[in-house]
């Protein structure tokens, strides 16, 4: 089972970036696939997280309005669009999978994912 996380870099405050996560090694239907990360000092919190339904999707306040997830399956693969960056957003960004996620505000609050990736690391500038 591996995840990838790539797209991060350097961008501008009120820039736009969008991450992707490559999965592999399992069928990306039974799960669900969420974003997390985690600032020098900080805990890591979730970002955003969709469900196998597609019925609950999470994202923190910090990001509601501004981030979106959305995933092809066939291509095994979930994306983080991020627009209006902001200095705060920076950090690492990892990508997780949870096996038959339904509740996503759940597993993305708690952090009870099944398996994680590495992470990409996004930094915006002011």
């Known amino acids: 089972v591996q995840l990838q996380a790539s797209g991060g870099g350097l961008v501008q405050a009120g820039g736009s970036l969008t991450l992707s996560c490559k999965v592999s090694g399992f069928t990306m239907n039974y799960y669900a696939i969420g974003w997390f990360r985690q600032a020098p000092g900080k805990e890591r919190e979730g970002v955003s997280c969709?469900?196998?339904?597609?019925?609950?999707?999470y994202y923190a306040d910090s990001v509601k309005d501004r981030f979106t997830i959305s995933r092809d399956n066939a291509k095994n693969t979930v994306y983080l669009q991020m627009n209006s960056l902001k200095p705060e957003d920076t950090a690492v960004y990892y990508c997780?999978?949870?096996?038959?996620?339904?509740?996503?505000?759940?597993?993305?609050?708690?952090?009870?994912?099944?398996?994680w990736g590495k992470g990409t690391q996004v930094t915006v500038s002011s």
């Open positions: 997780a999978a949870k096996y038959k996620g339904l509740r996503a505000t759940s597993y993305c609050r708690y952090n009870t994912m099944n398996y």
């Open positions: 969709d469900s196998i339904s597609g019925a609950d999707i």
